[in-house]
């Protein structure tokens, strides 16, 4: 299958809306739509407004077009397939994912001068799942992270399959596939690395 990835640039930002208002999610109620703002560098400890759809919407679009939100868009066929959200780690610490999630995961690395790059979400369209494009933007964000200086890549999945939905940071099976390792044992999951230097 031929996919093409895409860093996510504000050029992009039509498509990333399109991806999350019309493919992304098999219900795609409009209520549920994440357009994935809580995972992000911004600082959310002082409260920020993600209630409605619009509001999430507003803010993916000023995520987007600050650089805010990264990550990586998978297309086939010209139409975007798939998402994945990949931000360096120690920039995220405050999005309110992070707090109200991953407080069991050691924000501290034993080494101060790693540079951390964390993988928090992947989202598919319903009908190209299990076809590797989850994988192939695994690859990618590996890629360029070596590319960019970072010393490794860390991913949050559950130890065992819930559902799509509860499983968007993928599967710990994916990620032993491209060479990650565990890293961290949490009371509600893993820490999954994989060294680039």
Not at 68 to 91: E, F, M, P, R, T
Not at 104 to 131: G, Q, Y
Not at 155 to 182: H, L, Q, S, T, W
Request: proline share 4%.
């Amino acid at each position: 299958m031929n996919i093409e990835i895409r860093k996510l640039m504000p050029d992009l930002l039509d498509d990333y809306l399109y991806f999350f208002e019309n493919v992304a999610h098999e219900d795609n109620e409009a209520e549920d739509r994440c357009y994935c703002v809580c995972w992000c560098s911004d600082d959310h400890r002082e409260g920020k407004d993600f209630s409605s759809p619009e509001k999430r919407r507003n803010y993916a679009i000023q995520y987007i077009n600050s650089g805010i939100i990264k990550g990586y868009l998978a297309y086939y066929d010209g139409q975007v397939v798939g998402w994945c959200n990949a931000n360096k780690k120690s920039d995220c610490l405050n999005c309110i994912s992070w707090l109200r999630f991953m407080t069991s995961v050691n924000a501290t690395d034993p080494n101060p001068d790693n540079k951390v790059k964390s993988i928090f979400c992947f989202t598919i369209a319903p009908d190209m799942r299990r076809k590797g494009i989850a994988a192939q933007l695994l690859e990618r964000v590996c890629k360029d992270a070596a590319d960019d200086g970072f010393d490794y890549v860390e991913a949050y999945p559950n130890i065992e399959f819930v559902n799509v939905f509860r499983d968007f940071m993928g599967p710990v099976d994916m990620y032993k596939n491209c060479g990650f390792i565990i890293y961290e044992k949490t009371e509600h999951g893993i820490v999954m690395r994989k060294q680039l230097k």
